[in-house]
């Protein structure tokens, strides 16, 4: 049996067009009726179900939402909200653990990019240009290929950006067995730090926070491959990748420039 605030909920979703034309005022059968397209038949029907779980009111003037009314289309166009972030970024979301601590704040306002046949290296370039433009960078990865390799080597060895990664024990062995001449550049350079974590955050998620204010999230499926990003500058998503990355930083133990390369 359906719970209270669950058929709520179900009569708010049905009526949701007539809550929509009330929740900009006081509004008579008449308007209602050409608002909606709808036969005066209708509009009956619906006002009635939606004072009877007092949604709506009756005046002289004609039909107003009750605070009630206000309150659930309110709470309503909240959850909506959420659903919409969660379709635009299902089709990434799906590649993550169950247990991965992101909620659907951390994608408001947010880019998705999706790595497919027509723009294989799209969500890589995404990745680019927001090292590139950084003054100080912090990243957690669980993966390497190439292509960061040689990014992460050319900011941190041609600029003065300070960058500040967090890297799972196995890639660090990885990166020390093919990149050793990159890591010996890179940590003669005084604006580079890594950190190796014995537990890794995500097998499946990236995280780089640009200058404190963006946010870049790569998703990988199991064999490694990347298939999309998720950017974005919404104070959510900062906090999250903040908290995220320190968690990182408690965690982590700090890789000595003298034995990157001899590891």
Partial sequence: MASPAHSLLETVTRRAAVIERLSGGLRDKRELTEGLDVSRQ??????????SVAIV??????????????LAYREFESLLTAYERLCLARDLLVHLPPDTRIDTDVLAGA??????????????????RLVEGADSLVGYSPIAVPEY?????HQVTRTDTEIELFL???????????????????????????????????????????????????????TGNIRGAITTEADAAVAWARDRLEACRENGQEVPSNSAANE
Avoid: K, Q
């Avoid at 209708?42 to 004072?51: K, Q, Y």
């Fill in 168 to 222: 799972d024990e196995p890639l660090i062995e990885r990166l020390v067995s093919g990149y050793t001449e990159e890591l010996r550049e890179a940590f003669s350079a005084p604006n580079f730090t890594m950190f190796r974590l014995s537990e890794s955050l995500c097998p499946n998620m990236g995280i780089a926070l640009a200058d404190g204010s963006s946010v870049w999230i790569g998703v990988y499926d199991d």
């Fill in 42 to 51: 209708t509009v009956d029907r619906a006002v009635r179900e939606l004072e």
């Fill in 149 to 153: 390799v040689s990014l992460f080597h």
């Fill in 111 to 128: 880019t998705v990019v999706h790595a497919d046949h027509r723009f294989p290296r799209e969500s890589a370039r995404e990745l680019e």
């Fill in 57 to 70: 009111e009756r005046t002289d003037e004609g039909y107003r939402l009750t605070l009630v009314g206000e």
